[in-house]
């Protein structure tokens, strides 16, 4: 699908009302009711996460921007001069700075995000940081294929393709693999990947990190109902659900779920869903990988890695892969 990447949509972004219904049908639908995270992040849903990210327990923000500024001057010396900065899902692109700042005169940044007005906040973020550098963005959703930006392309301007944030944990192993396949190929023969990951760990350290004392998460997670409210007219009581979020040893992932209060029914337009009390809706899984594990993956599509670094605490890691 071509896609205008001049500048960002003034719309609710980049998930239309047609196609959220599509998908809200579909997933409410299934015997095990879901909803694809992506849907989180309309403007009240990006806001929140900002304010996730500065809960204490929620560790994610605090190791990658250590990370970060340790090896920065290390990825730079990788990336060489006049590279181009790739970032699928960039949100605040407040980590995305980090990078380019300590890159060698990069050539361009072209943030690829979902939700038009976090996208919007990016780009001025980046131009208020550097006003010398293309800033590019591309108001998309990065799970379908996308098509990048004309740049003022050398032939051996060299393309990164960065995802920090743990991004990639939404995406079960096969589609991780399969997301890293494309990037491949959008990257070309000298591309590079950067991607932070989270690490395996005890669930008395995940789990905490996905139900804060604040509330914060329950508030996000929760707003997803609201969202269907106010875009599809449908009429969940809010008070009804209840945020939960568990690890799940065998699958290796953090799940989200909004559980039932009670037996209900929802109407949404001309449709209507019933729940039993204690039936849930599936909002996310974050999968969490050893070093060995995800080496192995990114080595299934096509990437070899360079460098892998923990913070540390020893629960994230920055890795660096190329092609
Ligand atoms: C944005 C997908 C990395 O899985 O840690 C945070 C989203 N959900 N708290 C994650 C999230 C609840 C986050 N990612």
Aim: net charge neutral; glycine share 6%; hydrophobic share 45%.
């Amino acid at each position: 699908m071509a896609l205008d990447h001049r500048k960002p949509r003034a719309d609710t972004g980049a998930v239309m009302d047609a196609e959220l219904l599509g998908v809200v049908v579909d997933g409410l639908s299934a015997a095990q009711k879901w909803l694809p995270p992506k849907l989180f992040y309309d403007e009240i849903g990006s806001r929140l996460f900002e304010r996730i990210c500065e809960q204490p327990e929620y560790y994610i923000p605090a190791a990658e921007r250590w990370l970060l500024k340790a090896h920065a001057n290390a990825l730079a010396q990788y990336g060489g001069p006049a590279c181009v900065l790739i970032e699928p899902g960039a949100g605040s692109a407040e980590k995305s700075l980090l990078l380019l700042q300590a890159l060698d005169q990069p050539l361009a940044y072209v943030p690829v995000e979902i939700s038009s007005t976090a996208l919007a906040g990016s780009v001025a973020r980046v131009r208020a940081a550097m006003p010398d550098l293309q800033v590019q963005p591309l108001c998309a959703d990065f799970t379908r294929a996308f098509q990048l930006p004309k740049l003022d392309w050398r032939p051996w301007t060299r393309r990164i393709v960065f995802m920090p944030g743990s991004t990639i944990g939404n995406f079960a192993p096969h589609e991780a693999r399969s997301l890293m396949a494309d990037w491949r190929r959008l990257a070309g023969p000298r591309g590079l990947l950067v991607l932070g990951v989270d690490l395996l760990k005890p669930r008395e350290v995940l789990e905490p990190a996905y139900d804060d004392a604040a509330g914060v998460t329950a508030a996000f997670n929760l707003n997803l109902l609201a969202r269907l409210n106010r875009e599809l007219q449908a009429d969940f009581d809010l008070d009804a659900f209840a945020h939960r979020a568990w690890f799940n040893q065998a699958e290796r992932r953090v799940e989200m779920h909004l559980v039932s209060r009670r037996a209900q029914q929802v109407r949404i337009g001309t449709h209507s869903f019933s729940w039993t009390r204690g039936e849930t809706i599936h909002t996310e899984n974050s999968y969490k990988y050893t070093p060995a594990d995800f080496a192995v993956l990114a080595l299934d599509a096509g990437w070899f890695r360079r460098e892998l670094w923990v913070d540390p605490h020893g629960r994230f890691s920055l890795q660096c892969f190329e092609a």
